[in-house]
């Protein structure tokens, strides 16, 4: 396969290379467990990962499953666009490390804990721009207490993250600085400093790679931009449809409207006529079906 020739120096994360390549290999799973432990601020401390087999990858659709030195299930996603049943989705993959847990003979239904974790590349919460990193557990609603701590969905919506360089203020805001702006990155910026970075953007760097991980990229990256221009062009078409389907119900509006102008106006003169040939307003009214201030303005 003859390449394009890569302009960028560093990777496209959002790639099912690039993220295999940094999150989903024995030798860089030390990547995996910082984004994790910062993702998760405090509340989970990894400090092992050990990678589990899955099913074959859905279209779009990129994911490393794991476990920490606890047993503790991460199922970790990138994802390229929308779906149209992208909660339900996410909710019945979640369930395939929780089935997996189930013992043969007397099981008393103790789980460990599951994170089904997404990095989306679009926005599906529209309602704060501002409003990027979900989590999600089950809630008695009545009591707003969470009612089942073992299962946690983390959603990031990685265009609603706008901060600069200048403005991160810890691990978490720099690993989403740093897998959103990675292909347009010259050189490691001042501010990704510590050492995981160092070993972040040193993996990613295409000049790097051996030819046969080149070649992988290239059609990585093709695939994604292929699917984007997918995405783009079906957007262009919704919106498109919208517009037209617009013009044609103001242009099917407005003759409605013009016909229904040309019938009360039709009903003016006639009415016009028949006061001038004397008739009553009552005897106008019924015949026209005009109002009787309508036939009193014409006749005043």
Known sequence: MA??????????????????????????KDLLISFLNALLSGEEEIKELTYC??????????SVYCMNEKGEHF???????????????SAYYSTFPIREQGSKGNWNYELKSVYAIGILNFSFDDS???????EVKLVNIKTTQVFYNKLTYIYLEMPKFRKTESELENLFE??????IHLPDLIERPQALRETVFEK??????????TQQERVAYERSLKNYRDWYSIAETAEYRGWERGYNMGLLEARAEARAK????????????????????GMKVNDVCRITGLSMEEVKRIRS
């Open 200 to 209: 972040f953007f040193r993996v990613a760097e295409i000049a790097c790679f």
């Open 128 to 134: 704060d721009p501002n409003y990027y990193h979900h």
């Open 174 to 179: 720099k690993w989403l600085y740093a897998i």
């Open 75 to 89: 199922l970790v996603e990138i994802q390229k666009a929308e779906q149209r049943f992208f909660k339900g989705r």
């Open 53 to 62: 087999e899955h099913e074959k990858e859905r279209k779009g659709i990129f």
């Open 3 to 28: 390449l394009e020739g890569l302009q960028e120096r560093y990777v496209n994360f959002y790639t099912d290379f690039a993220f295999k390549k940094l999150f989903g290999t024995e030798v860089n």
């Open 258 to 277: 013009g016909r229904a102008e040309g019938r009360n106006e039709a009903k003016r003169l006639i009415a016009e006529n028949m006061i001038k040939m």
